[in-house]
């Protein structure tokens, strides 16, 4: 037993003279550049340290009451240390390390969007916002979303989507259309094949009468005949008024006024443009006293 607590005691002996040596050693600094580092285990510790830090950052950066200075520059010590992180990240992969931005997820708030306003060069990641800077004068608008614009459909659009059975021509294809019409379709031909027979009968009864009547000179009147009598009538008007006016027309028609021939009738057009002529090129008095002189010589032309 003795033998063991001396073991026991020899050992914390060393751990707190390692403890000691420690604390009295100047403490590492990060290296300013990734490159400068050639160890991968020391590479992968200076990732952790940053890891570190950004958490620390990450935590006081959520209390809205340190201020809007104070927000703005811990959200820049942040995203500083998140570039810092992704140089070490490339150089642990120059070592033969693993791939640490592969596997890493983006970094979203707690609604699920990402907090990342995209890099204006397009090199590198955009500059982010966390906790409380989130709500900042300026940076709080970054993150609202547009109204969506309700996009009016063109004349182009709402004709596109019109086809035949829009206009009803597709109607009866399923057939409902058919079982709800067929018997209101088949009653009303019925009734009107009812109407038009007894119209014929009508017709029949009423000329069968005038025959009647004009054969035997009977004055007698039946009710028939008094319903048609008027339409007789109207028929043997328009009979008599198409006879005369063919009539008319077979007549020849007898002209008393001598009529000119054709050409007198190209004299009369010849005279007509001459005088027209001279009207345009010559005076008023000029053409009178021409006129008077034809008529004086009896000339014509």
Request: contains cysteine; hydrophobic residues 30%; charged residues 30%.
């Given at each position: 037993m003795a033998r063991n607590e001396e073991k026991a005691q020899s050992m914390l002996n060393r751990f707190i003279t390692l403890k000691n040596e420690e604390k009295k050693k100047p403490k590492e600094r990060r290296?300013?550049?990734?490159?400068?580092?050639?160890?991968?285990a020391e590479a992968d510790k200076w990732r952790q340290q940053i890891m570190r830090e950004i958490g620390r950052k990450v935590a006081d950066i959520q209390?809205?009451?340190?201020?809007?200075?104070?927000?703005?520059?811990?959200?820049d010590e942040i995203n500083k240390l998140i570039r810092e992180k992704s140089h070490w990240e490339r150089?642990?992969?120059?070592?033969?390390?693993?791939n640490y931005a592969k596997h890493s997820a983006k970094m979203t708030d707690l609604e699920g969007n990402i907090v990342d306003v995209p890099n204006p060069s397009g090199r590198g990641p955009g500059y982010r916002?966390?906790?409380a800077a989130k709500?900042?004068?300026g940076v709080r608008e970054l993150f609202e979303k547009p109204p969506e614009l309700k996009k009016r459909r063109s004349r182009y659009d709402i004709f596109k989507r019109i086809d035949a059975s829009y206009y009803g021509y597709r109607d009866d294809e399923d057939g409902i259309l058919e079982k709800l019409?067929?018997?209101s379709e088949s009653q009303m031909r019925a009734q009107a094949l009812k109407e038009w027979q007894m119209m014929e009968d009508i017709k029949k009864e009423a000329r069968r009468s005038v025959k009647s009547g004009d054969v035997a000179g009977a004055t007698e009147v039946t009710p028939t005949t008094i319903l048609f009598e008027g339409e007789e009538d109207v028929v043997d008007e328009e009979r008599r008024a198409k006879e005369k006016e063919s009539r008319m027309e077979e007549e020849e028609f007898v002209v008393h006024v001598p009529l000119p021939d054709e050409k007198e009738i190209e004299r009369m057009v010849v005279e007509k443009k001459k005088m027209e002529l001279l009207s345009?090129?010559?005076s008023d008095n000029l053409l009178e006293e021409q006129i008077e002189a034809k008529a004086?010589?009896?000339?014509?032309?």
């Open positions: 290296p300013f550049l990734a490159s400068e580092c050639r160890d991968l209390n809205e009451g340190l201020g809007e200075h104070r927000l703005r520059d811990l959200n150089r642990i992969i120059e070592l033969g390390g693993p916002y966390f906790g709500k900042l004068p019409e067929g018997p345009k090129y010559t004086m010589l009896n000339v014509q032309r």
